[in-house]
């Protein structure tokens, strides 16, 4: 069964930190560029971060310095460690898998709140 699962998302107080998983099945995880995406209440979904099949790695400008995206490929997951965070990165945030002439793959998202 092809399937995105994140976990790790919880209530956080500022300053706090935390780490998301998203673990992939039924794809071949090392051929798939993986990214972490969130949508706050109100906004559009927007890119968060980005571990591309060839290894490198691009972040949105709010997260740089304070986020990291890395993948176990033994493990079939991609992670985002979550440093510093602030109210602002309150949103759902979800993983999705993509890779030429493959249509994406969308993980359920998992809910992230910052607050004190």
């Known amino acids: 069964q092809v399937q995105l699962v994140e976990s790790g998302g919880g209530l956080v107080q500022p300053g706090g930190s935390l780490r998301l998983s998203c673990a992939a099945s039924g794809i071949i995880f090392r051929l798939f560029d993986m990214g972490w995406y969130r949508q706050a209440p109100g906004k559009q979904r927007e890119l968060v971060a980005r571990h591309t099949s060839g290894g490198n790695t691009n972040y949105a400008d709010f997260v740089k310095g304070r986020f990291t995206i890395s993948r176990d490929y033994a493990k079939n997951t991609v992670y985002l460690q979550m440093n510093s965070l602030k109210p602002e990165d309150t949103a759902v945030y979800y993983c999705?898998?993509?890779?030429?002439?493959?249509?994406?793959?969308w993980g359920q998202g998992t809910q992230v709140t910052v607050s004190s």
């Open positions: 999705k898998a993509s890779k030429t002439l493959s249509r994406d793959l």
